[in-house]
T-cell receptor, first 108, second 117 residues
Framework: AQRVTQPEKLLSVFKGAPVELKCNYSYSGSPELFWYVQYSRQRLQLLLRHISRESIKGFTADLNKGETSFHLKKPFAQEEDSAMYYCALSGLGYQLIWGAGTKLIIKP | GAVVSQHPSRVICKSGTSVKIECRSLDFQATTMFWYRQFPKQSLMLMATSNEGSKATYEQGVEKDKFLINHASLTLSTLTVTSAHPEDSSFYIC?????????????FGPGTRLTVL
């Protein structure tokens, strides 16, 4: 079955601390993985995708096919990183399979 | 980046009435649009996939006669909630991908808050 799992509903860390938002997936083929972010009172927007292997706003995510994971990491959290983060998977079509989301709170 | 708009942003209606929500791609042609529903503090639930010029594909459990979707042009898709009831109250979000999309990136609208009294 195709599935995206974000085990943490809420993650709270202090400013300057490292952040890791977990994402595991289940997919039989070769998926594309994405992280989307939703800041307070703003629309969902793409943060990064695994195929571009880029760092956006200090965040990186590496696709680990052996562990079927795509964890989102940032070495030093900033207050403006507080948001809802969604991991998503795209298979053969254009549809996205969404994780439940993790609310990240950065404490001052 | 590509911009998707939704109208209205907020609507309150009486039970039994129908409500139409518009989703527009402002600076690109959207061959495919998606309609989602988001409950408070929950993830997005895909309702249907809308392709220009053809019938929408509904997800299991979504009533096609209840949620009418029309994708008449490459820049506009509409969702009509027919005979709305209080349980239809939710946040409805559309997204769109362009015909030239390579990485399947979806561009999201700001959402529409529907409240049915």
């Amino acid at each position: 079955a195709q599935r995206v799992t974000q085990p943490e509903k809420l993650l709270s860390v202090f400013k300057g601390a490292p952040v890791e938002l977990k994402c595991n997936y289940s997919y039989s083929g070769s998926p594309e993985l994405f992280w989307y972010v939703q800041y307070s009172r703003q629309r969902l927007q793409l943060l990064l995708r695994h195929i571009s292997r880029e760092s956006i706003k200090g965040f990186t995510a590496d696709l680990n096919k052996g562990e079927t994971s795509f964890h989102l990491k940032k070495p030093f959290a900033q207050e403006e990183d507080s948001a809802m983060y969604y991991c998503a998977l795209s298979g053969l079509g254009y549809q996205l399979i969404w994780g439940a989301g993790t609310k990240l709170i950065i404490k001052p | 980046g590509a911009v998707v708009s939704q109208h209205p942003s907020r609507v309150i209606c009486k039970s039994g009435t129908s409500v139409k929500i518009e989703c527009r791609s402002l600076d690109f042609q959207a061959t495919t649009m998606f309609w989602y529903r988001q409950f408070p503090k929950q993830s997005l639930m895909l309702m249907a996939t809308s392709n220009e010029g053809s019938k929408a594909t509904y997800e299991q459990g979504v009533e096609k006669d209840k949620f009418l979707i029309n994708h008449a042009s490459l820049t506009l898709s509409t969702l009509t909630v027919t005979s709305a009831h209080p349980e239809d109250s939710s946040f409805y979000i559309c997204s769109a991908i362009s015909g030239g999309g390579v990485y399947n990136e979806q561009f999201f609208g700001p959402g529409t808050r529907l409240t049915v009294l």
